[in-house]
């Protein structure tokens, strides 16, 4: 390819353009591995059992909650607990209580959890995180009715939840029906909670791969929840879908497309294949399996596609 063709300048381009965005990609690792291990050989320097000694006064309770908050942050709910229960029994607060109500819910005791909640609402009825709290536990137990439950506090307290009721609303539809008089009013099937709340699409198209799937492939956006249809072998033959099955065939085809499928058609069709991650619009974690509700922060319908390339696992047969 002579240096002067304006394609060798193109290329070039998105050559220096991606090893940028790589770079900045590995120091911002980096950082963030050594920040982890200065974090872990302060935790490692303290011994929590030794809490118990302590004489607690306003300095002490604080660098105490700092400590929990560090091991919270480690994924070690059992020291950062230790540490809340022990504050807590020299200094009640609700915020504390809060504290234990969330890491009794992270380590898997909902119903400890729960009744942390339900003894800070007798002090706070209208406190909004613990009312938050509540809907996970609830949901995580299938207390589907109970949320609605919690739902109708917000509204009481004039806060509106349309993430929250169009969750709520999907639990019932799947789990025997949508009876709830009031709450359920115009809604007899998972199309109407579609039609009303259009962010709960990709929900909507699992839903109908198991029971409609030519309605299915009508829904999706084809690039949005390409995860949901790229390895089937059911692809309508369509125009919607050309693109995607002239890639899947090998065959060419000039329409742009997204940056890995624009280079995945130029591979040979058995050197490289479509993974997928889902980042969190929220608080940005990436995750390799999606959720209706961030696992992290909890936001609900706030996953978005994120499409790579990928090496092919077994490799044969390529010509190039």
């Not at 063709?5 to 980096?30: C, N, R």
């Not at 030794?50 to 480690?74: C, D, F, G, H, V």
């Not at 889902?278 to 961030?294: A, D, M, N």
Request: proline share 3%; net charge neutral; aromatic share 14%.
């Amino acid at each position: 390819m002579d240096f002067r063709d304006p394609l060798f300048s193109v290329i070039v381009f998105f050559v220096i353009v991606l090893i940028s965005v790589l770079v900045t990609i590995f120091a911002g690792k980096v950082r963030e591995y050594f920040r982890q291990k200065d974090i872990e050989k302060l935790l490692k320097d303290f011994d929590y059992v030794e809490i118990e000694e302590l004489s607690l006064n306003k300095s002490s309770i604080s660098a105490l909650l700092l400590l929990a908050k560090a091991y919270e942050k480690t994924g070690d709910y059992d020291k950062a607990l230790k540490i809340y229960l022990w504050v807590n029994k020299n200094s009640q607060s609700v915020e504390i209580l809060r504290n234990i109500a969330f890491l009794y819910f992270k380590a898997g005791f909902l119903e400890k959890s729960k009744k942390v909640i339900y003894n800070i609402l007798k002090v706070k009825p209208r406190d909004v995180y613990s009312l938050k709290i509540l809907i996970w536990i609830d949901e995580k137990l299938g207390n589907y009715k109970e949320i609605v439950d919690v739902l109708e506090v917000f509204n009481e307290l004039g806060i509106n939840l349309p993430k929250e009721k169009a969750n709520a609303l999907i639990k019932l539809i799947t789990h025997g029906g949508c009876n709830i008089k009031d709450f359920c009013e115009g809604i007899k099937e998972f199309e109407d909670i579609y039609k009303t709340y259009p962010f709960v699409r990709r929900e909507y198209v699992s839903y109908l791969f198991k029971f409609d799937i030519p309605k299915a492939y009508e829904v999706l956006d084809k690039f949005e929840d390409l995860d949901l249809y790229f390895y089937r072998n059911d692809i309508p033959d369509n125009e919607k879908f050309k693109d995607i099955l002239a890639i899947k065939r090998a065959e060419k085809i000039d329409k742009k497309l997204p940056f890995e499928l624009e280079v995945l058609k130029y591979l040979p069709l058995n050197l490289a294949e479509l993974e997928f991650e889902y980042i969190c619009k929220s608080c940005k974690k990436v995750f390799p399996l999606y959720s209706t509700r961030c696992p992290n922060c909890h936001e609900l319908f706030s996953q978005k596609l994120i499409t790579k390339l990928s090496e092919k696992k077994h490799i044969e047969n390529i010509e190039f």
